[in-house]
């Protein structure tokens, strides 16, 4: 018998139990399924974290105020206050780091803004002059405030687009005045529509200068972090490191002192969350296919059954001339053609579902990439095929052992 004949006659076997042979494909196909799934949304996942640290830009350096190790963020994520970075660190980094083209420190606060009866909270935040360009973003209305008025506390303000909409309408709202904790601000710009980019709504923000946050709203003298813009990605190790012997220049740290502060680029981060998220992505699959293992037993299971009901079919093939090793290959080709069609199926399924995700993740305005990778794909097949084979040999071994008289006198 070929290796074509086997074939043909496990699929019209398998055609004669049609029911069945679906059913005890089923394991196979959730598993495979799961698989595609969880590979495709871990990789999607990725791609929106990836996309969204794009959109705040490839080319930043960070400075966050407390000391951190390479494995950990500093103290300040936590949101426990740490007075040790200032203003004057931002305007040194900005006169004297090479490569760097744009500098603004933040001072960060909660409050609600009012215009007449109109009242919107808000997240407010005290930036220098070159918060546009390091931030990649345009003034839409009006004018941002310059290098001289960022040092002067000037009482003025410019509206992110959202609070803009919604507390002025179709209004001009340049020359009006809103209030933010009692202290009242002339608007003097309105930023370009940007929505969210570093998980964050863009449009939902009020500037202000940093000089006005510190001395007349917040009453601080430290700043939350700044953040630079590099020139090009080439250099931004570079100045990182330039950064950081600055900083440690400015706080009098010794040689062997510990850092008061933590710098940190966009490039480090993205590379830490892939590796991260890889990680993450594979050992999720790797539980989805456990329940390929559970498939694998109840294919197991039924074929063993199927031994039963064919004792007959058996002996009348070695009666009539099949060797053991006929019997073997026969029920292991039946069993992998049940995995393998289950596999295909399987990988369909997960297909389409991953796509319905990546769908609605799009719909929803989320940078969502569809990604069904060809490895995940061949994958789902070599478990599939491999399964059929492991779980195949056990009740093909059964079957082959049978004696073909008893197995003929069999009712």
């Not at 590979?39 to 996942?45: D, Y």
């Not at 400075?63 to 949101?79: Q, R, T, W």
């Not at 950064?243 to 010794?254: A, G, M």
Request: net charge neutral; no cysteine.
């Amino acid at each position: 018998m070929t290796l074509f004949d086997g074939l043909k006659l496990s699929f019209s076997v398998l055609r004669a139990n049609k029911i069945r042979s679906f059913l005890t494909s089923l394991g196979i196909i959730i598993g495979i399924a799961a698989v595609i799934i969880i590979m495709s949304v871990g990789a999607g996942a990725q791609s929106l974290i990836i996309n969204q640290l794009n959109s705040v830009g490839t080319n930043l350096v960070g400075v966050l105020p407390g000391a951190s190790d390479e494995n950990g963020p500093p103290a300040s994520v936590f949101g426990i206050v740490v007075t040790t970075l200032k203003y004057e660190d931002a305007l040194a980094i900005k006169k004297q780091i090479p490569n760097v083209i744009a500098v603004s420190s933040y001072n960060s606060g909660v409050g609600t803004v009012n215009y007449q009866n109109n009242s919107v909270d808000v997240n407010f935040t005290g930036v220098m002059s070159d918060y546009p360009n390091v931030e990649d973003t345009q003034i839409f209305l009006g004018r941002f405030f310059s290098a001289e008025e960022e040092k002067e506390s000037p009482r003025e303000v410019v509206l992110g687009y959202q609070v803009y909409q919604d507390l002025f309408g179709s209004d001009n709202p340049l020359g009006k005045r809103v209030k933010i904790k009692k202290e009242s601000l002339e608007v003097i710009g309105v930023m370009k529509e940007r929505g969210t980019a570093g998980f964050q709504n863009q449009d939902d923000i009020v500037l202000i200068p940093v000089s006005t946050a510190q001395k007349i709203i917040l009453g601080v003298d430290h700043v939350n972090y700044i953040r630079i813009k590099v020139n090009s990605t080439d250099n931004i190790d570079r100045a990182t490191e330039d950064i950081r012997f600055l900083l440690r220049d400015r706080h009098n740290i010794r040689i062997d002192g510990t850092d008061d502060f933590s710098v940190r680029n966009t490039k480090d981060a993205i590379d830490t969350l892939l590796t991260i998220t890889n990680a993450l992505k594979f050992f999720l699959a790797a539980i989805a296919a456990i329940s390929l293992i559970v498939g694998g037993v109840g294919v197991m299971n039924i074929m063993l059954a199927a031994v039963s009901e064919r004792v007959r079919e058996i002996g009348l093939r070695k009666a009539v001339g099949a060797r053991r090793f006929h019997i073997i290959v026969q029920f292991v080709l039946e069993t992998m053609a049940i995995t393998l069609i289950g596999g295909i199926i399987g990988i369909i399924l997960g297909f389409l579902i991953s796509a319905i995700i990546a769908f609605v993740a799009n719909y929803l305005d989320y940078k969502w990439d569809f990604v069904v990778s060809f490895s995940s794909i061949v994958l789902g097949t070599g478990v599939a095929a491999v399964i059929g084979l492991v779980f195949g040999i056990y009740p093909a071994q059964r079957a082959a052992k049978l004696d073909p008289i008893e197995a003929l006198r069999y009712e």
